[in-house]
């Protein structure tokens, strides 16, 4: 079981940036690492996945709602992975959660569903006014 804390989100005007932080209990141990997901969910609509990383050797995957807006990045040290979200807009405003997997890669086909993840983050709410 991997335990996950979230922290960053909060309001922001369309354009600018916001970062999320997701630390893990679990990280590289062994031939295992963390595939790490971040989903989002607005009222009304189904969790979306928009992206993904893999601890051991940095392996990302974008949706392609936010590709070349988001990026992933992790800090060993401390366990972390960090999504930075630029360029925000209004339809980024959701409620975004990490979720991770301990295996041996990111599943590539399925990295962005529910299914795919067996432990979630509280999530954390990003709001985009214009």
């Known amino acids: 079981q991997v335990q996950l804390v979230q922290s960053g989100g909060g309001s922001v005007q369309t354009g600018e940036s916001l970062r999320l932080s997701c630390e893990a209990s679990?990280?590289?141990?062994?031939?295992?690492?963390?595939?790490l997901g971040w989903f989002r969910q607005a009222p009304g609509k189904e969790r979306e996945g928009v992206a993904a990383?893999?601890?051991?050797?940095?392996?990302?995957y974008y949706s392609d709602s936010v590709k070349d807006r988001f990026n992933i990045s992790q800090d060993n040290a401390k366990n972390t992975m960090y999504l930075q979200m630029n360029s925000l807009r209004p339809d980024d405003t959701a409620t975004y959660y990490c979720?991770?997997?301990?295996?041996?890669?990111?599943?590539?086909?399925?990295?962005?569903?529910?299914?795919?993840?067996?432990?979630w983050g509280h999530g954390t709410q990003v709001t985009v006014s214009s």
């Open positions: 990383r893999y601890s051991r050797d940095g392996m990302t």
């Open positions: 679990v990280w590289n141990d062994g031939a295992l690492g963390v595939c």
């Open positions: 979720a991770a997997l301990r295996s041996i890669r990111c599943p590539p086909l399925t990295w962005n569903e529910r299914i795919s993840y067996t432990d």
